[in-house]
């Protein structure tokens, strides 16, 4: 079946310790994103990818890093400059670069907390 | 900057009845999309429905519908013979502009009683 893997599910960071969270996804989709949720809040784009070999920040981009070699995967690294990293971290996609008007299909999440 | 918000934290609807969810949104494009999205328990985020803000009809998918008030920048969400399983965090989503990203409203937490 077609779609979004995230690992882990769970993840804890020690004090200024950088730690990757994978995503891959076999749905042949161009696109693809990072978002963070926090609770009570809706969710906030961290970067986003349109293409292989190119990725923008999002709104929240200070103390996070990824990269796009692949098409089928876009990790993102929660670095010791994210002072506040605990938060549910959920990957996207979509079929064409453009979220505003495509749907997003997501995975499962992976849960970062602080140690 | 477009705004997205939702301004039910909470809302609960007994099994079999109709719940409306509120979204209200700020924006000075003309042509734009708006989704609501599914949060169930598991976590992961499923699409519910779409609008296109340049079709008067309003979308309907099975159960859920949307009352699209362009004029009042409203977007309610419908959900009819409510279901156990239609328990979840429901997000509304706004995409427009030259972007490439949705903006979320916080949510609307939905419980469903027997």
């Known amino acids: 079946d077609g779609g979004i893997t995230q690992s882990p599910k769970y993840l804890f960071r020690k004090e200024g310790q950088n730690v990757t969270l994978s995503c891959e996804q076999n749905l042949n989709h161009d696109a693809m994103y990072w978002y963070r949720q926090d609770p009570g809040q809706g969710l906030r784009l961290i970067y986003y990818s349109q293409i292989v070999n190119d990725f923008q920040k999002g709104d929240i981009a200070e103390g996070y890093s990824v990269s796009r070699e692949k098409k089928e995967s876009f990790p993102l690294t929660v670095t010791s400059a994210q002072k506040n990293p605990t938060a549910f971290y959920l990957c996207a996609s979509s079929i064409l670069p453009g979220a505003t008007n495509e749907k997003l299909f997501f995975g499962s999440g992976t849960q970062l907390s602080v140690l | 900057a477009q705004t997205v918000t939702q301004s039910q934290p909470e809302m609960s609807v007994q099994e079999a009845e109709t719940v409306t969810l509120s979204c209200t949104y700020d924006?000075?494009?003309?042509?734009?999309?708006l989704f609501w999205y599914k949060q169930p328990p598991s976590r992961q985020m499923i699409l519910v429905i779409r609008?296109?803000?340049?079709?008067?009809q309003n979308a309907t998918e099975n159960r859920f519908s949307v009352n699209f008030q362009k004029a009042a920048k409203s977007f309610s969400l419908k959900i009819s013979d409510s279901q156990l399983g239609d328990a979840a965090m429901y997000f509304c989503a706004y995409g427009g502009g030259s972007n490439y990203k949705l903006t979320f409203g916080k949510g609307t937490l939905l419980t469903v009683n027997p």
């Open positions: 924006t000075s494009e003309s042509d734009y999309y």
């Open positions: 609008q296109e803000a340049y079709k008067q």
